[in-house]
């Protein structure tokens, strides 16, 4: 008898940053309402999604690093959600590329077909030489020089919700 496994969705984006920027709502709030909203979706009255976000993810041992644990979570999800707003994220060293921009390289490197990159209106990258500028300017170069199809930018939440799905008044979880 075949065994069935839960399809894993993986949502990734800065955490604290707010979208649309002027509002309340930070990505990560956005993220879990995602998460809750797709694992809710059942396919013939069952649950088929698991959605990884960091934000509760279990604890690890000290042998785990926070760095390494997100790039397994790419390699370890069916699909990969990128709610990709330019800001790379944090790094481990000054020099190093952000954990966003990370993840979304570690995507296309171990299976592009499962990426899917839904673009939010770009934070402005400064004029300054300090590292956290040319982290956010190396990643929206890196991003803009990819060429999945995309669609357009979401400037709302309700957009960032239904972007994945080519109809209208759509949500995230009818995409799967």
Request: with cysteine.
């Amino acid at each position: 008898m075949a065994q069935s496994k839960k399809i894993k969705v993986m949502l990734s984006s800065r955490c604290n940053d707010r979208f649309p920027i002027d509002s309340d709502h930070t990505l990560s709030s956005i993220r879990e309402q995602l998460k809750r909203e797709i694992e809710g979706t059942k396919l013939f009255g069952r649950q088929v999604f698991e959605v990884w976000i960091n934000e509760d993810a279990p604890p690890a041992d000290a042998m785990d690093d926070s760095w390494d644990t997100c790039l397994q979570a790419v390699r370890d999800c069916d699909v990969m959600l990128v709610l990709s707003n330019g800001n790379a994220g944090w790094a481990k060293r000054a020099g190093d590329i952000g954990i966003c921009h990370a993840e979304y390289m570690e995507g296309l490197t171990t299976t592009r077909g499962k990426v899917r990159l839904i673009a939010m209106p770009n934070i402005p990258v400064g004029e300054g030489h300090d590292a956290e500028t040319a982290r956010n300017k190396l990643f929206q170069d890196f991003v803009s020089l990819q060429t999945p199809f995309r669609g357009g930018t979401v400037s709302t939440v309700e957009q960032l919700r239904t972007r994945p799905r080519c109809q209208d008044s759509c949500r995230l979880s009818e995409f799967f």
